[in-house]
């Protein structure tokens, strides 16, 4: 069974780097061909996507946060982990950690988020 | 971007109605529609992908429809664990996005 569990310091201070880990077992995080994401969700708020890894340590990010995120993986560990730079209050939020898998159905590939981390919260404040 | 309204925003039901959530994306998104379940303090659920594909392990009285830019989520008789937060997903462009989410509350 896949699990995932996200890691971090709860409390970040205003302008400096947030950074958590997602610990993935019962499956490979180098292997499978699946996507590795970040989603969060601030107080009160609804989810917003962060972005996410593939297998092949290639990234994308949401254009929003683009300038100030970066997703890594450590295969040797098999975590991968999220830095979100400059941060303000407005990135206090549950981080969510979660893996993407593929399905091909009646000719095309879906993409879907089935296993998910219980998440972590993350407060930045002084 | 590809923007994804919910409707409605807040609901309230009694155990054993039918209800039904509603999701508009702003433009084409073809089936790639996901629906997910969120409860505080447990991790998210994945109810429905690829619009109306039921995942593995979810209760059938779940299930989704609609295709291009109207969707829905229809639970056929309320359960007490189906009180939470529901939100849809496009997977259609690279920059997945969802619903502001819906809230079912019991009446």
């Known amino acids: 069974q896949v699990q995932l569990q996200e890691s971090g310091p709860g409390l970040v201070k205003p302008s400096q780097t947030l950074s958590l880990t997602c610990t993935v077992s019962?499956?490979?995080?180098?292997?499978?061909?699946?996507?590795w994401n970040w989603v969060r969700q601030p107080a009160g708020k609804g989810l917003e996507y962060i972005g996410r890894?593939?297998?092949?340590?290639?990234?994308n990010y949401s254009p929003s946060l683009e300038s100030r995120v970066t997703i890594s993986r450590d295969t040797s560990n098999n975590q991968f982990s999220l830095k979100l730079s400059s941060v303000t209050a407005a990135d206090t939020a549950v981080y969510y950690c979660?893996?993407?898998?593929?399905?091909?159905?009646?000719?095309?590939?879906?993409?879907?988020?089935?296993?998910w981390g219980k998440g972590t919260t993350v407060t930045v404040s002084s | 971007d590809i923007q994804m309204t919910q409707s409605p925003s807040s609901l309230s039901a009694s155990i054993g109605d039918r209800v039904t959530i509603t999701c508009r994306a702003s433009q084409s998104i073809s089936s790639y529609l996901n629906w997910y379940q969120l409860k505080p303090g447990k991790a998210p659920k994945l109810l429905i992908y690829a619009a109306s594909s039921l995942q593995s392990g979810v209760p059938s009285r779940f299930s989704g429809s609609g295709s291009g830019t109207d969707f829905t989520l229809t639970i056929s008789s309320l359960q007490p664990e189906d009180f939470a937060t529901y939100y849809c997903q496009q997977s259609y462009s690279t920059l997945y996005s969802f619903g502001q989410g819906t809230k079912l509350e019991i009446k």
């Open positions: 979660a893996r993407q898998s593929i399905r091909f159905l009646e000719g095309y590939y879906y993409y879907y988020m089935d296993v």
């Open positions: 019962g499956d490979s995080i180098s292997s499978g061909g699946y996507y």
């Open positions: 890894i593939y297998t092949s340590g290639s990234t």
